[in-house]
């Protein structure tokens, strides 16, 4: 009795906070009392960095990967029943290094690895047998291009363009002093002809030129997603979204948050812990997500908060920080809205999108309901006001 109680009591205290919406705004995102829970085994972990939702033959399938145990798991997204656990080696012929993040499930035939050291892909299937590996270590020009090391919290996901695969780029160091203005965002490689080619748009400069070097979030970490005609492109210490096409014009739409002011750029702290602290206070945009049922997107902002020195600090920045909020948007970036939700009661870039709404991932470690030997999800509604 003593546990529904507490239950009830968050359920309450979550479609409260979540409802603090402006006057002006024209729809917010309501908390349903509606759940999916997918049972985690023993040897597994609660996902916190690669989650994505595929389609195969009409079915829908929730898939994500246990890091350390280089293993993808893949669920039924509506019976919640395991259908895959597909292990891979470390080494050998279908070794492929030492952990296993973000990848790519295209069908069950075509999934596709990124090693977290070396610029290849592994196009494996469910058996976890390597069938080839994509090799795009340099581009046809000459550049020496970066690893595909990303996860739901930067970068996003690797995607196809027509027949050609797009690999997310960091900030290309080799490059040195021009690193910024000759960085591309992205490449693309033909996996027909093997052709990889620069996507035509470079890192712009959004923090300044002189505190690139020492700030925290120098960086310049990105959110990259395809809404199927265009990239769209945020940066965590930018405002504005970027929309590219395939021939690199680029479109820049305000997107500002209410409850971010004004964007900070602290400086490293001297202890690597307060460093710790200091990332996971400071406010900054985060994932950009396309609702392709509802035609709108969502600017996923993590909010300024002020942490005890007790915490976990690792733990909350791998959890999505504390509190946040969702602005969300048209198909023309104009904002219709922005919700903010209460800290540690979601991981908010463990998610997905549904026909029946958002989904956010309730198995944050500071609730009092959580459990590492469930998977949860509480769905999240668009309502117009």
Known sequence: MYRFSILLTICFLLVACAEQADPEDKYVLHPIDEYLEYKIDDDTRVPLYSLYTFEERGVEYLTFSDPSSRTILMYDLH???????????????????SVLFGFYVKDFDHIYIPSVNESFIYLTDTTGVLRNKIDFSRTEDGLK?????????SYGQLTFMGESLYIPQALNTSLG?????ESPIGILVDTI????????????????YNQRHEAIHGTMESTQIYDGKNLIV?????????KVDKQGKVETFPAKSRYLPRLKFPKFPEDFSQTLKKTCETAEYRNVFYDKYRNVYYRFVTLEAELGSNEDYRKILHAGKADFSIVILDENFNILGETRFPAFTYVPH??????DGLYLSTSHFKREDYSDDVLRFQRIELVKK
């Open 145 to 153: 291009t970066k690893s595909a090391h990303y996860t739901n919290l």
């Open 234 to 242: 945020a940066f965590n210490k930018d405002e504005k979204l970027y």
């Open 79 to 97: 019976s919640c029943q395991q259908v895959k656990k597909i292990p891979f080696d470390r080494e050998g012929p279908n070794g492929i290094g």
């Open 350 to 355: 463990i998610c997905f999108i549904n026909k």
């Open 177 to 181: 002093e021009r690193m910024i203005e």
């Open 193 to 208: 002809t093997g052709k990889t080619t620069r996507f035509p748009m470079n890192y712009p400069y959004v923090i300044p």
